[in-house]
């Protein structure tokens, strides 16, 4: 597969942070942060409006860390306008994705959608075919904890028909 | 270093996993999750106590995600009463920490207090001396997002004095 505009996405947040000046230097993940604490203030990681290739509906991604050297998933907070959803879709190293607040869905390939809420926590085992959004008439944010190799992190495919998203 | 109480909990946490039954079986660090996607429900996992052996004043931890054989670092939510604090600590693969609310501090060994708020994210990589915790009059909650190797994700050190954590 060519790579994606969500892994475009991903980039430009690394270019972002390799821009960004921070305390005790640049934090990248391609390049290991000096060893010494680092802090990245609130407010200076802009929001990123997920891409209409992969996802149905407005969908906001606010980075929280990256992955690094060390540690080999990114944080970011997802948050799906109601009836937004992203693609079908696989992440090469799995993903948890935690509710942080109002109402969501998930589907696995072959298996019911399932309602999901703040505090609920869904684990994703590498190359499982799922999508998961808001409710039709709820918004949904959630924590996406989301495994990286090789630089990669997601494997998009077909998108979530309305048949598909209003099965339940 | 021996065992310390924290690895202990760390131990502690993976038996719950082990011992509760979720959806589609349990999900355990040691053991690789089933291909299928597992949901974690709000509620199913009990706040811990951290243990006064490696903590200053009264300190909860509430699981959130487990390291396990694709994701290297587990996601945990740490919430400090007025003045609590860890002991001093370096993490073998660093650790990330996300301020989610109330006013927090931390410190790097030989360099000053720093104050930290909501949205801010602490990078800590590994071998790296640091406490972290309450300001003395405000409680701080974060996402300690800690990288595990070989089963170990903290050694611990010394308590954080007064005098430390009162020099601002």
Not at 14 to 23: K, N, P
Not at 61 to 74: G, H, R
Not at 122 to 134: D, L, Q, R, S
Not at 140 to 154: E, I
């Amino acid at each position: 597969m060519k790579a994606s505009s969500f892994l475009k996405t991903v980039l430009y947040v690394a270019v972002l942070y390799a821009a960004t000046s921070h305390a005790a230097g640049p934090l990248t993940a391609a390049e290991p942060a000096a060893a010494t604490q680092q802090i990245i203030p609130a407010g200076s990681q802009p929001s990123i409006t997920a891409p209409a290739e992969h996802f149905t509906g407005h969908v906001r991604i606010d980075p929280v860390w990256p992955a690094n050297a060390d540690i080999n998933a990114s944080g970011g907070l997802v948050t799906f306008e109601p009836g937004a959803r992203s693609d079908w879709h696989l992440h090469p190293k799995g993903q948890y994705f935690v509710v942080v607040s109002g109402v969501g869905l998930t589907q696995e390939w072959g298996k019911p959608v399932r309602e999901i809420h703040p505090g609920d926590v869904v684990w994703c085992p590498p190359g499982v075919k799922h999508w998961h959004g808001a409710a039709p008439h709820t918004a949904m944010t959630h924590l996406a904890v989301t495994g990286t190799v090789d630089g990669k992190n997601v494997e998009w495919m077909e998108k979530v028909t309305d048949e598909q998203y209003n099965a339940r």
